[in-house]
Every structure is written in C-alpha cells, then in structure tokens.
C-alpha cells in the first residue's frame, strides 16, 4: 500500500507539478509546526526558554538558507541561463541544501546555552542537544522534554549535562545504540519509570558543517559500544 501511494505521488507530481508541490510543501510544514507544538507544550517549564531559543535560532538558521539559495540562484539566472524554471530549482535545490549542511546561528546557541549552565571543563566532552522520546506503543515515540548541554566521556560511561536535566548512559542501561545521520545518534535504555525516556537522540552541535561532526559521532559510538558490562 505504502510503494503504490508513493507510485502514485510520483505521477502526479510529473502530471501537477506545481499544485502537488504546494500541497506536499503545505503538509510538511503543518507536520513540523505540530510537532515544536507539542513538544514545547510537553517541555518541562525549567526547559521552555532554551527551547524557545533554539527554535527562534532555527528560524534564523532557516531565513539565512534562503536568502543563500535565493542569491546563488540568481547568479546561475545572470552569469549562465536565463530560465525561469532552472532559477526555481537552483533556488530550491540550494536552500535545501544550505539548510541541511549549512548551521549559521551554531555559535550564538552555544553562548546562549553556556549562560544557563556552568561551561565547566572535561577532558573530552561535546556540545550536543539531547532529546528525550518514551515509545508509543506501534505508533512511533512521544517527545518528553528537549534539553542542550555538554555530553562528557568520563572513564566507562557517557554523561550528559544539560540546562535542567543530566543523563547517565553505561552497559547497564543501554539496550541499542545506533547511526542516525553524520551528527546523530540514538540510544535505547532500560528504565524502571513509566514517566522517564526510553530512547534519547544525541545530536552533535559542534560544527558549522553537521557532517563535519561524523568523527565525533564514531568516537562517541565507539566509546559507548566498547565499553566493558
């Protein structure tokens, strides 16, 4: 059912390009604000302006993407080919791409974050966000709180530090860790409270270029993986 759906949109967005484009633009967005909506309505009070913070830096983030796609698209249009529908796809093209790879407002995040905590010194520690989701039966995870801080390599465990919560993750507790992307990594625990996380995505807010962040990534991967039960 999910290949023939997909089958489906594919011709018609060679069909209708533009209005299923709009609309598939349309529902992705909506999906996104609903999911900052409920994750800052389940944020913990302590947590909201950190929150708010990475959310508005985002937007920032955001705005700069476009206004990248938007200039080089332009200068495709001027300096090479005067067409109206290559000037949409590069503007398109360009701005995805800046947006994904591009992290202009990373350093501002930092400052902001290291105000509300202690930038205390570790022989070997990131700055990460850290996301905390419990599971949802066969319908995916519920968002528990959304935190930014410094995760720590201390000895046998990774310990994150956070503006209003700290994470412990050692062979006892770890069921799965697993690759997400080139700066994220998901952890499955083990807990005994039916109101703490079960599954926390770690992601790497180092590098101007995410994808910079892959060494650190494997090292934190490794560090866990490797360490002795």
């Known amino acids: ?17 533009l209005p299923i484009f709009a609309a598939s633009l349309g529902l992705f967005t909506t999906r996104i ?57 590069n503007f398109l093209f360009c701005s995805a791409i ?23 010194a570790f022989a070997t520690s990131y700055f990460v966000n850290c996301q905390g989701f419990r599971k949802r039966g066969g319908f995916g995870l519920t968002p528990v709180y959304t935190d930014a801080g410094t995760l720590n390599l201390e000895e046998n465990r990774l310990v994150f530090k956070g503006v209003f919560r700290e994470e412990t993750f050692t062979p006892s507790n770890v069921i799965h860790i697993e690759k997400q992307s080139f700066e994220k990594i ?16 770690i992601t790497l807010k180092e590098k101007f270029y995410p994808f910079e962040s892959r060494q650190d990534r494997d090292k934190i991967f490794e560090q866990l993986r490797s360490q002795p039960a």
Not at 1 to 17: G, K, N, Q, R
Not at 61 to 86: E, H, K, M, R, T
């Open 1 to 17: 059912m999910i290949e023939l759906t997909s089958v489906l949109l594919i011709l018609l967005l060679f069909v209708f390009p």
């Open 33 to 89: 604000i609903y999911n900052k909506y409920e994750s800052f309505r389940i944020q913990p009070a302590e947590g909201k302006k950190s929150m708010i913070a990475g959310t508005v830096l985002f937007l920032i983030n955001a705005i700069c993407s476009i206004l990248l796609g938007a200039a080089l698209a332009f200068a495709v249009q001027y300096f090479i080919l005067d067409n109206f529908y290559l000037f949409i796809f």
């Open 98 to 120: 800046s947006l994904r790879w591009f992290d202009f407002t990373h350093n501002l995040y930092r400052q902001f974050i290291f105000k509300l905590i202690p930038n205390k």
């Open 186 to 201: 998901k952890i499955h625990s083990k807990q005994n409270d039916l109101k703490k996380p079960e599954v926390f995505l």
